[in-house]
């Protein structure tokens, strides 16, 4: 069974540009969430997909980010346009069905985003 | 506020030597805990989770963590190190008020193995 897939691994823009970052999920997990770290900063949640339909997205910094899961299936997180600060290595996981909290969430290995 | 915090940003320890990471939480309600390994070029990777019961939880590699409510503390412990562990842990709590069950994170553990 193929695991989350984060595409791409790496990108390096410059400010004022646009980055879209790509998530798919595990197959059949209806819950996806994106994650941020900032160097030396903890991982933060930016938002909660629950198939289509936005949950939570009380993490997101600020109306730069837009996040989209079309038909339920992959997300995508774009930056418009990026700044120095968005730099970081964003995270995308999925889960199964809510269990109050006694879920288990897969993450992807991540893009590292750098804006120069 | 809930929280999490990993006191130790950097260890260093010997191969063959023990391990234990730690790992304080802030949470109102019964928390249900985890720790995650990163290594180099990879997601992270869940080592093990709390939910409730036996407060001595086993996860894989071999590590293990203690709940310990008085002390509201998950630690996470390995009697033998091996070079493969150099990796950064994370320990997480998740919020589960609400719809929505995200993970709360400390800032990492990034431990180095000697020879």
């Known amino acids: 069974e193929a695991g989350v897939t984060q595409f791409p691994s790496h990108s390096v823009i410059e400010k004022g540009q646009t980055v879209t970052l790509r998530c798919d999920p595990i197959?059949?997990?209806?819950?996806l969430y994106w994650y941020r770290r900032v160097m030396g900063k903890e991982i933060k949640f930016l938002l909660h997909?629950?198939?289509?339909?936005?949950?939570?997205e009380s993490g997101m910094p600020n109306n730069r980010f837009l996040a989209e899961r079309t038909g339920g299936t992959y997300s995508t997180l774009k930056v418009q346009p990026a700044e120095l600060e968005d730099s970081g290595v964003y995270f995308c996981?999925?889960?199964?069905?809510?269990?109050?909290?006694?879920?288990?969430?897969?993450f992807g290995q991540g893009t590292r985003l750098t804006v120069v | 506020a809930q929280s999490v915090t990993q006191p130790d940003i950097h260890i260093t320890v010997s191969e063959g030597a023990s391990l234990e990471l730690r790992c304080n939480y802030s949470?109102?309600?019964?928390?249900?805990l985890f720790w995650y390994v990163q290594s180099p070029g990879q997601g992270l990777q869940l080592l093990l989770k709390?939910?409730?019961?036996?407060?001595l939880v086993q996860g894989i590699k071999g590590f293990e963590a203690e709940f310990k409510r008085s002390q509201s503390s998950f630690n996470l412990r390995k009697p033998s190190v091996h070079w493969s562990d150099a990796a950064e842990y994370f320990c997480?709590?998740?919020?589960?008020?609400?719809?929505?069950?995200?993970?709360?994170f400390g800032t990492g553990t990034l431990l180095a193995v000697q020879p």
């Open positions: 197959s059949g997990h209806d819950n």
């Open positions: 996981a999925s889960s199964q069905a809510l269990g109050q909290g006694r879920t288990e969430a897969f």
């Open positions: 997480a709590v998740v919020n589960y008020g609400g719809a929505t069950n995200k993970l709360i």
């Open positions: 709390y939910f409730s019961g036996d407060t």
């Open positions: 997909f629950v198939k289509e339909s936005k949950q939570d």
């Open positions: 949470y109102g309600a019964t928390p249900y």
